[in-house]
């Protein structure tokens, strides 16, 4: 054969490109595999949670409602006298609105930016059909609100749909009609405060889990199997356990009349009518949290721990290390893998809890998720919790990526 | 336990069994909370809390009044005798029961779809020549990661606008993508060890690649298929938040039961819920334990 012919295939392509098809079409293969799963999950997981995050930035409510009024309201500039023209607009669209039963949603989005604003809304629209020109007098004569400048600035602002409006004020910042931001006082900040507590809980549940998990963990790697098997189950049944259950439990253990107390009210550390408050406030939700998500800290760092051979201990000890500069020396640095998987999925699955704080953390053990849920079920301002939920979930997304970077999720291991 | 080389020191000594008594208090904390809605489900009283009778083992302070309770709370005539209209009546109109039965069905509806799926899926991503892998497993695994209030809430405006939210189906595939990243995982590790010339000498034998599946690969895998559909079915089992979004009282799960249970009207009827829901994590947790073992022995892998 000549060396400079290309070496073929039976049916005489050259033998390369018979290789690269099989090798696009096993691909092709792998990838049929996995498409199905792919775009269940990017369709009824992926793409709602965007449409979500859209919500966040983007509120067309007044937009869409008030079409007459609109236009006009762009190109004001916020700072002058409204125009009669303004007012004529605003009564027509309170009369449509009116009609088509649509006032109330026009109310609530401008409430969410200037408080009060709700009745002076719902209770014009009701009179404004009997309202006659020149429209202004005829508004502020209603109510004298209608005169004030801060309420058409108010609107203003919503009619602006593509806003930054709602991240601001999930950081606590106050979204000015000269398209500014301005922080608000110290006493009104209730976002930021809450974002740190949400940290400095899971920092502490994080924290707690290495401090519990840590020993457990070294225990089951170095007792021989027939015992660790036997242990691991004291670990997996909690972990197997619904949370709601581990939950209500703690409520029995935690609760004034609850098993704690009573324990300590036997002993006499407390008196009989003054017991411990030991939840529905941070402390439940720390103690159920570190509970619930203590698992997730022992099994990887176990699993790390049983990879490291007992003879690195020995030999440091044979060179004269004492125990604990051995284990501080040898062993802990072994496991910081470990630690860093444990700590990262317990932080991450704590900085999003939801259930255990609603349930156990009364007023100051709540966290913002459960902001989030009370936004989106009570209050209903979706953009707002739409925004908080996108902090939330870009912070989320930081972990996740140091995670996947540190430990890969390939390693995830479970039980 | 093992025997203390005879070098040790006092002071090893010392540390050596107080660090031990130190793991038996953690895995007190572990176990504690589990163990302890058994005995207070038998309570007599309408208390969370230990009575004096019960302390003295009074028999007259236990009672099954609870579990009782979970067939008559909600029932048309929980007074009739006890007979096949009783229990129809029961399994009809019992809010728990028609929690229970819905958390079945739903469980086990999600636990089919996310396995089907998430099986494929492994198999896939466990292919060296699959591209992109790294970006869709980290996709895939997002689910589980994703704060559960953003999911549900993202599923709840998605779902209203498609008319799937307060549908059963609704709820079904919203567990079944809470679920598929376990499924994943717990495939994807049973693969690690498993021998790709297996399938090549399947297929140089005359099997075509659906025959090599089920005769060869499946087999092999199946015990961490079915412990993934197990880590699906308890996901969606134990899954409230998106329950509270999506589902309507018709939807109503246990978890949802007893989160209104907490939320409202305290009674131990939860703690006799609870209990049941203990033992059946006891027996999966059993199933799972097995299927490990299984699992290593047909992969040849002893244990240490």
Redesign the interface.
């Known amino acids: 054969m000549n060396a400079t012919q290309p070496i073929t295939a039976a049916d005489g392509t050259p033998l390369k490109k018979k290789l690269a098809q099989a090798?696009f079409r096993?691909?092709l293969?792998?990838?049929?595999?996995?498409a199905?799963?792919?775009a269940?999950?990017?369709a009824?997981?992926?793409?709602?949670?965007f449409?979500?995050m859209w919500?966040g930035v983007h509120n067309n409510t007044f937009e869409r409602l008030m079409p007459n009024l609109t236009e006009e309201l762009r190109v004001w500039d916020g700072l002058s006298e409204p125009t009669e023209e303004m007012y004529t607009l605003l009564v027509a669209d309170l009369r449509q609105n009116r009609a088509d039963k649509t006032i109330g949603r026009v109310a609530s989005r401008v409430n969410q930016e200037l408080a009060g604003t709700r009745s002076l809304f719902t209770s014009t629209a009701r009179k404004a059909a009997k309202l006659e020109p020149p429209y202004r007098d005829a508004l502020i004569k209603t109510k004298k609100k209608w005169g004030e400048i801060k309420v058409w600035q108010a609107m203003k602002l919503t009619n602006q749909s593509l806003t930054p409006g709602f991240y601001a004020t999930s950081l606590d910042a106050v979204y000015t009609v000269d398209q500014g931001f301005i922080m608000k006082e110290e006493k009104r900040q209730i976002y930021t405060k809450l974002f740190i507590r949400t940290l400095m809980i899971s920092g502490s549940v994080m924290l707690l889990c290495l401090l519990?998990g840590y020993?457990?963990a070294y225990?089951l790697a170095t007792?021989?199997?027939k015992?660790s098997n036997l242990?691991m189950?004291?670990?997996?049944?909690?972990f197997?356990?619904?949370?709601?259950?581990?939950?209500?439990?703690?409520?029995?253990?935690l609760?004034s009349?609850?098993?704690v107390n009573?324990i300590l009210v036997w002993v006499g550390i407390a008196a009989d009518d003054s017991r411990f408050s030991l939840i529905y406030n941070m402390t439940g939700t720390i103690i159920a949290m570190t509970?619930i998500l203590?698992?997730f800290m022992i099994l990887p760092l176990y699993s790390v721990m049983k990879t490291i051979p007992p003879s690195y201990m020995r030999a440091a000890r044979s060179l004269g290390a004492t125990?604990t500069r051995a284990f501080i020396k040898v062993y802990v640095p072994q496991t910081i893998p470990g630690m860093g998987a444990g700590g990262l999925l317990v932080f991450?699955l704590a900085?999003?809890?939801?259930?255990t704080p609603a349930?156990v953390g009364g007023q100051d053990g709540q966290l913002i998720?459960n902001m989030?849920?009370y936004h989106?079920q009570k209050s209903l301002n979706?953009s707002l919790?739409?925004a908080l939920?996108g902090i939330?979930?870009g912070g989320?997304l930081i972990l996740?990526w140091a995670y996947?970077r540190i430990i890969g999720?390939?390693n995830?291991?479970?039980? | 336990m093992a025997q203390l080389p005879p070098y040790t020191t006092t002071g090893e000594r010392v540390w050596h069994y107080s660090f031990r008594v130190i793991c038996g208090l953690i895995f007190l904390f572990l176990i504690l909370p589990v163990l302890i809605v058994l005995p207070l489900s038998f309570n007599v009283e309408p208390y969370f809390s230990f009575t004096p009778g019960m302390l003295a083992f009074d028999p007259e302070a236990y009672s099954l009044r609870w579990y009782k309770d979970i067939f008559r709370n909600g029932m048309a005539a929980p007074d009739a005798p006890l007979s096949l209209a009783w229990f129809a009546d029961a399994w009809n109109n019992a809010q728990w029961m028609r929690a229970i039965r819905n958390s079945f069905f739903i469980g086990i509806c999600a636990m089919l779809l996310s396995t089907a799926l998430g099986t494929l899926a492994a198999i896939g991503l466990s292919r060296s020549e699959m591209p992109y892998r790294r970006l869709i497993m980290s996709i895939l695994i997002s689910p589980m990661i994703v704060p559960l209030v953003i999911t549900a809430a993202g599923m709840f405006f998605f779902y209203s606008k498609i008319q799937l939210s307060q549908t059963y189906l609704g709820v079904i595939m919203a567990h079944a993508i809470l679920g598929t990243p376990f499924v994943i995982i717990t495939v994807t590790a049973t693969l690690v060890g498993f021998d790709k010339s297996l399938v090549r000498a399947a297929n140089s034998l005359g099997a075509g690649p659906i025959q090599t599946f089920f005769k060869i690969q499946m087999p092999l895998i199946i015990p961490g298929v079915i412990s993934g559909g197990l880590f699906a079915f308890i996901t969606s089992f134990d899954e409230v938040v998106a329950v509270l979004f999506l589902a309507s009282p018709e939807q109503r799960t246990i978890p949802r039961q007893m989160w209104s249970g907490i939320r409202e009207q305290i009674s131990p009827t939860i703690l006799a819920v609870a209990t049941l829901l203990v033992l059946l994590s006891i027996i999966l947790l059993t199933v799972i334990e097995l299927l490990r073992r299984r699992s290593e022995r047909l992969r040849g892998v002893t244990p240490s």
Request: proline fraction near 8%; charged fraction near 10%.
């Open positions: 090798m096993s691909k293969r792998a990838a049929g595999l996995v199905p799963l792919l269940f999950v990017l009824s997981f992926i793409f709602p949670i449409a979500l919500q519990l020993p457990v225990l007792l021989p199997l015992y242990l189950i004291m670990v997996l049944l909690p197997w356990t619904s949370l709601l259950v581990r939950t209500t439990a703690w409520i029995a253990i609760q009349q609850g098993v009573d509970h203590l698992p125990p991450i900085i999003g809890y939801y259930i349930l998720s989030i849920a989106m979706w919790a739409a939920g939330l979930l989320v996740y996947d999720i390939d995830m291991k479970l039980g």
